[in-house]
């Protein structure tokens, strides 16, 4: 049996980060895994979940079961930070998930279940996962235009003309906030004409919303999502705590649902089955540690603080980046990476500029030009300005 596999494509990313371990240069930049890093280059235990592991090892007394769905109070929590009441409880059904690509898989796996027959719209580009789980669940797909290269901005005219032509009853898969891999998020007029042209087409948004708290802050990270959750009948949200509570390896997710609330008993019922089948009983740690977190006013206080002072220094590298890559290319080409938000931004480069980055330069991105701005720092922000400089030069 095990003889008939076939070898399946490399995850682009991960061989990223085994070439940049194998690299013996000094200097060498990761600019390409996801995940947030402190000015040297660590990804830091947030300081209330340390406090809230202490507090949880001290307290802790068993390490049964938790509920298909996850614990209620980690849900409930969830759903506060994300809608904070744009919806009223009694249409809201949720499941706790293994991260955020848990939650992803499993509303598609109720996509699927719900209606067969749905297409799925996702943007061009998007995050690789999106792309490879639809197309593993055999589910329709179709793209939608998003990111005007040129620009730097949402190609939002192409955009609308695209989702105008979603039928009645397909998804809208949308970035909640902090666009993967582009940087680029519509702003609030444009949500809202999203948000009426979802409508107006009978279909269904899913959100992903991996980044609150890293662009714009907490509440306006969630704007455009509660926008959505608001006005239009039925949507889902899948969420992540990799990011915004630095928890990457406990796995921590939610998938929210929401719709009318004759319909939620059901709802609810077939997302615990879901998790029955994939994975029985969601990790609880993460979600134990990000409800003490939410629940505590001093643990919810600090956290807050600290995200924070993540985000500010993100949107620092961004401007540190721009005016860097103006002075050594002499041109404001670049000047959307102080406007863009979250982790990532495209630089533009052809596939061929970012391998002599790399191979003359020690300097690691993606090979669409996608970059971590979280893994520079004040140091190796003029390095790399230098090396993009000198890999456009030829």
Same mark, same amino acid.
């Given at each position: 049996?095990?003889?008939?596999l076939?070898?399946?494509p490399?995850?682009?990313?991960l061989?990223?980060?085994?070439?940049f371990?194998e690299d013996?240069?000094?200097?060498?930049?990761?600019l390409?895994?996801?995940?947030?890093?402190?000015?040297?280059?660590?990804t830091?235990?947030?300081?209330?979940?340390?406090?809230a592991e202490?507090r949880?090892?001290e307290?802790?007394?068993?390490?049964?079961?938790?509920?298909?769905?996850?614990?209620?109070?980690?849900?409930a929590?969830?759903?506060?930070?994300?809608?904070a009441?744009a919806?009223a409880a009694d249409?809201?059904?949720?499941?706790?998930?293994?991260?955020?690509t848990?939650?992803?898989?499993?509303?598609?796996?109720?996509?699927?279940?719900?209606?067969p027959?749905?297409?799925v719209?996702?943007?061009n580009?998007?995050?690789?996962?999106?792309?490879?789980?639809?197309?593993?669940?055999?589910?329709?797909m179709?793209?939608?235009?998003?990111?005007?290269?040129?620009?730097?901005?949402v190609d939002?005219?192409?955009m609308m003309?695209?989702?105008?032509?979603?039928?009645?009853g397909?998804?809208?898969l949308?970035?909640?906030?902090?666009?993967?891999p582009?940087?680029?998020?519509?702003n609030?007029?444009?949500?809202?004409a999203?948000?009426?042209?979802?409508?107006?087409a009978?279909?269904?948004?899913?959100?992903?919303?991996?980044?609150?708290?890293?662009?714009?802050?907490?509440?306006?990270?969630?704007?455009?999502?509660?926008?959505?959750?608001?006005? &239009?009948? @039925?949507v +889902?949200? #899948?969420?992540?705590? $990799?990011k915004? /509570?630095g928890?990457y390896? =406990?796995?921590? *997710?939610?998938?929210i649902?929401?719709?009318?609330?004759?319909g939620?008993?059901?709802?609810q019922?077939?997302?615990?089955f879901l998790?029955r089948?994939?994975f029985?009983f969601?990790?609880d740690?993460g979600?134990?540690l990000?409800?003490?977190?939410?629940?505590d006013?001093?643990?919810c206080?600090?956290?807050?603080?600290?995200?924070?002072?993540?985000r500010?220094n993100?949107l620092?590298l961004?401007?540190? &980046?721009? @005016?860097? +890559?103006r #002075?050594?290319t002499? $041109?404001d080409? /670049?000047?959307?990476?102080? =406007?863009?938000r *979250?982790m990532?931004?495209r630089l533009?480069l052809?596939?061929?500029?970012?391998?002599k980055?790399?191979?003359?330069?020690?300097?690691?991105?993606?090979g669409?030009?996608?970059?971590n701005?979280?893994?520079?720092?004040r140091t190796?922000?003029?390095?790399?300005a230098?090396?993009?400089a000198?890999?456009?030069?030829g």
């Open positions: 049996m095990l003889t008939a076939k070898p399946q490399a995850d682009k990313i061989q990223l980060i085994q070439m371990r013996p240069r000094d200097g060498k930049i990761d390409g895994v996801g995940v947030y890093k402190d000015p040297t280059g660590l830091p235990v947030m300081r209330a979940v340390k406090a202490k949880l090892w307290t802790e007394t068993t390490k049964t079961y938790t509920g298909l769905a996850g614990e209620p109070a980690y849900n929590a969830m759903v506060e930070l994300i809608l009441g919806v249409r809201v059904a949720s499941v706790a998930t293994p991260g955020g848990g939650a992803v898989r499993q509303a598609l796996e109720l996509i699927r279940m719900a209606a027959g749905a297409t719209w996702i943007s580009p998007t995050w690789p996962n999106h792309l490879t789980i639809v197309k593993y669940l055999g589910i329709p179709q793209e939608y235009r998003y990111f005007d290269a040129a620009t730097g901005a939002f005219d192409g003309a695209d989702l105008a032509q979603v039928k009645a397909d998804v809208v949308l970035h909640g906030c902090c666009h993967n582009t940087g680029a998020n519509p609030p007029v444009q949500w809202l999203i948000c009426e042209a979802i409508a107006k009978g279909a269904v948004p899913l959100i992903d919303l991996a980044y609150q708290g890293f662009g714009d802050g907490l509440e306006m990270d969630a704007a455009a999502t509660r926008l959505l959750a608001s006005k &239009l009948p @039925e +889902l949200i #899948a969420a992540s705590c $990799s915004n /509570f928890i390896r =406990e796995r921590t *997710g939610i998938l649902a929401i719709g009318e609330a004759s939620r008993v059901v709802t019922g077939n997302l615990n998790n089948q994939n029985s969601p990790p740690h979600a134990r990000v409800t003490m977190i939410l629940d006013e001093a643990l206080a600090d956290w807050k603080a600290e995200l924070e002072e993540v500010l993100m620092t961004r401007q540190l &980046l721009a @005016e860097a +890559l #002075a050594e002499g $041109s080409r /670049f000047g959307f990476v102080a =406007e863009h *979250g990532f931004s533009g052809t596939p061929e500029q970012v391998e980055l790399r191979t003359d330069h020690a300097v690691y991105m993606v669409d030009s996608r970059l701005i979280a893994g520079l720092n190796t922000v003029p390095v790399l230098r090396a993009v000198d890999v456009l030069r």
